[in-house]
C-alpha cells in the first residue's frame, strides 16, 4: 500500500503534454464509423476565459468523450469570433491595434483551454479574422449578389453613437446598445441588407423538424421573432395629388373589419410625411412629433403597455369601397419598416384602435355584432374582437366575418384595390457596420459603372493593418487611401471602395460548416467533408443568442445550400440545443464591478482542471443556473482525493480488468455480489443520465455511491482472485465513467492499473440486467400498520414463505402475543403486514 499524493498539476499536464504530442483528437470523415458532432458556441477572443466558458465547454467535452467511448466519430472543433465591436473597442481603450489585442488573446485563451484538458481537435482551429476565412465569406456575399439576395438600400437606422455603428433590430435591448449599453439613436443611413425575409416562410415551417431537439423556449423565441400574419394588403388612395404617391398601401389581418375604419396611423418616419403635411398650418408641429417619437426605443414602441400618441396630419386618405375621406394620423406605435409603415383604424374592433381613438375624438364604428347583440359605439368600454356577423359593411352585411375575410379580399383583389397577402414581423438583416475591425464588403462604387462588385479573383479583399486606430471609434478606413482608393473592374477607371464592414454575425453564421475542412485553401469546403458531418448533431451556448445567431445560421444553411455548397437535403445546421444556464456568485451575474468574479485560472492553480470541470458539471443540471460555492469546489476536490486515495490504498490488489468485466462466478460472496450488482446498477445510471439525457449532477453522484460502497466493501472482500477481480472491475468502472468528467487523473490512474491504450479509447461499458438482481432482500414487518422491524429474506422467496419468516420473526411474536392474527398482507419486496386483535 502506497501513500502518493494526488498532485493535479503534476498529472493534469503530463497528459495534456502527451494528448498535445499524440493529436489525440483529431479526426478524418474518411471513417466507417457513424460520426457525431458536437459544438459549443465559440467565444469571443476577450483576454481571458471565464467561468461561464468553463461550464459550456466542460458539457461539451463530457459529451464530445462520451460519445467516442460509444464507438462514434466524434468532431470536437474550437475556433473563435474574432472580428467585432468587443475587440475592437477593447483595444482603443488599451491604445493597442485590434489585430494585435486579438491574436494575443486568442494564444491567452487558448492555453487557457488546453490547461483544462478539452478533447478539441485543434488542427482544425480557425479565427474569424483571417483572410483564409473570410474570403469564403466575401465569395458568399457576392454570390448572394448575384442572386438579388444582398441589396442596397436608404432607411432610419438603430445607430449607437458611442460604438459610431448601426446595430440590428435584434442588438437593440431595451433601447440600448447590446455591447456598450449606451442609448440608441436613429438616423437615416445607406446600407447592405441580407433578403431573410425571402425565406421568412421555410425558417418558421422548419422549426417543426426541430420539436423534441429544442428547448421549446427557444422554438417560441424564433416563431415570435418571425411573426408570420395571413390578411390582406389594402391600397387607400389619397384625397389630393401627392408627387410620387397614388396610393397608401396597408396590411391587416382583419379585411373583414375594412368598413370599421375611421382613421389611419402612419409611421412618423413614412416616406410620405413631408409631402402630406405640406402647406398645413400645423406642419412645425408635426415634424416635432416626429422627431421625438423616431429616437424612441423601438421595442417601447411596439410594446402594450406603451401610452398611444398621435398626431393629425391635415391630410386624408379615401376608403377603397365607400369613398369616404379617412384622416391620416401619425401615431408613436406605428414603424416605417415593419409592414407598410401603415395601418388601418379601427376602433370598434381593436382595442388598440379603440384607445387611441376615445383620446382623441375620433369616431368608432361598429361592423361585427356578436350572435344575438347589437353594438352600440356610443357604450362600448372596449373593443369587440371576437366573432359574428358583419353589418354596416355594404354587401357584404349578414356574412359570418371569418368568411367575410376571404370575401373582403377577393372583391379588394378583383377591383385592383388589394390581395390576399402574408406578412411577416422579421425584417431583412442589415449587414452594414461603420466600424473598422471587420470583414471588408467587397463592393467598389465607380462614378461611371456604379455599384460594382469585386471579381472573385480578387478575393480576399484584405482588410489593412497599417492603420491607425481612432479614440472615437470611427473606422479609419475612408481616409486610409491605400484601401479606400482602387480600379474598378469593370471599365479600368478610378473608383472606391466600399468602407462598411460586415455585421460580425455573418461569421458566426457559417462557421460549423468551416471546421469540416478548416484547412482547405481552394474551397470553403468539399462537399464529401460537408456530407459527412453536416448537420451539428449537439450544439450547445447560451439561451441570449436564441434569435440572433441562431435564427442567423438557420437562415445561411438554407442559402448556402440554394447557392450549391451545402447538400441540398440538408435543412437545419443543428439537430438538438442544449442552452446551458449562467454560473452566478451571491446569486447575482459575475461581474467585474461587483467584485464577484471567480477566476478559472485560480481555481485551477488551487484545485486542478479536473476538480473545476467536476464542480460545475455536478453543481446543477446543465440548463440551469447555478451559484458558485466555496464549500461546492472544496467538496469536488475532497471526492477526488478519495478515488486517487482508494486506488493508493489498494492498489496492490487490482488488476488490469476493464470496466463491469467480473463475471457473476466471481462473485462468491454476499459482499462481491452486492458490490458486483451496485457497479451494473451504476453504469446503467450513468448511461442514461450522462451519455443520453445530459443530466451530469445525478450520473455524478451515482458514481460517488459506488466509490463510497468500495469503501465500505473493502474489508469485508477477501484476496482471492476472484473477489480482487470483483473489486478491481469496480474501480474500472469508477474511472471510465468518471473519465469524460476528470480525464486526467482516470487516465493516471487507468494507466497504473496496468492498460496500454488510453482510457479515452475504452469503450463505454455495459451493464448486465442479471447482476443488478438481489440475492437478499429487506422488508418491513408491520403488526396492524405500524413497523416493529426488518427482516432478511430471499429475493426468490414466495409469499408464503415470506409469511412464515415474519410469523416467526421475534419481534412480531412479542406484539402479537395474547392475540389473534387475522390476516397476513404481504407486499413482495417491500413488507409484510400482520393484522391481530
Partial sequence: MTQERYDPQTVEKKWQARWQAENAFAVRHENEKPKYYVLEMFPYPSGNIHMGHVRNYSIGDVVARCKRMQGFNVLHPMGWDAFGL???????????????????NIDTMRAQLKRLGYSYDWTRELATCRPEYYRWEQMFFLRLLEKGLVYRKKAPQNWCPSCHT??????VIDGLCWRCD?????KDLTQWFLRITAYGDELLEDLARLDGGWP??????????????????????????????QGIDVFTTRPDTLYGVTFMTLAPEHELVEKLIQGYEKADEVRAFVERIRNMDRLDRQSDTLEKEGIFTGAYAVHPFSGQRVPLWLGNFVLADYGTGAVMGVPAHDQRDFDFARKYGLPVRVVINPQGQQLEPESMGEAYTGEGRMVNSGDFDGLPNVEGKAAVAAALEKQGKGKATTQFRLRDWNISRQRYWGAPIPVIYCEKCGVVPEKEENLPVLLPLDVKIRDDGRSPLPQTPSFAECVCPCCGGPARRETDTLDTFVESSWY????????????????????YWLPVDQYIGGVEHAILHLLYSRFFTKVLRDLGFFPKD???????LLTQGMVLKDGGKMSKSKGNVVDPTEMIARYGADTVRLFCLFAAPPERDFDWSDSGIEGASRFLNRVWRLFNEEEERLLPLKACEAAAADAQSPAARELRRKEHLTVKKAGEDMAGRFQFNTAIAAIMELVNAMYLSREKLGRSEAERRIFSSAMATVLTLLSPITPHLCEELWERLGHKSPLADAPWPQWDAAATARDMLTVALQVNGKLRGTLEIAAEADRIACEQAALGDPAVQRHTSGLTVRKVVVVPGKLVNIVAN
Fill in 86 to 104: 468587443p475587440a475592437e473597442n477593447a483595444a482603443i481603450k488599451h491604445h493597442t491595434h485590434p489585430a494585435q489585442w486579438t491574436y494575443a
Fill in 166 to 171: 448601426v446595430l440590428a433590430n435584434e442588438q
Fill in 182 to 186: 449606451s442609448r440608441v439613436e436613429q
Fill in 216 to 245: 421549446e423556449r427557444v422554438l417560441a423565441m424564433q416563431r415570435n421573432w418571425i411573426g408570420k400574419s395571413t390578411g390582406a394588403l389594402i391600397t387607400f388612395g389619397l384625397d389630393r395629388a401627392v408627387a410620387g404617391a
Fill in 512 to 531: 460549423f460548416a468551416r471546421y469540416t475542412d478548416a484547412r482547405n485553401a481552394t474551397a470553403p469546403f468539399t462537399p464529401e467533408a460537408l456530407r
Fill in 570 to 576: 440538408l435543412a437545419e445546421p443543428f439537430t438538438n
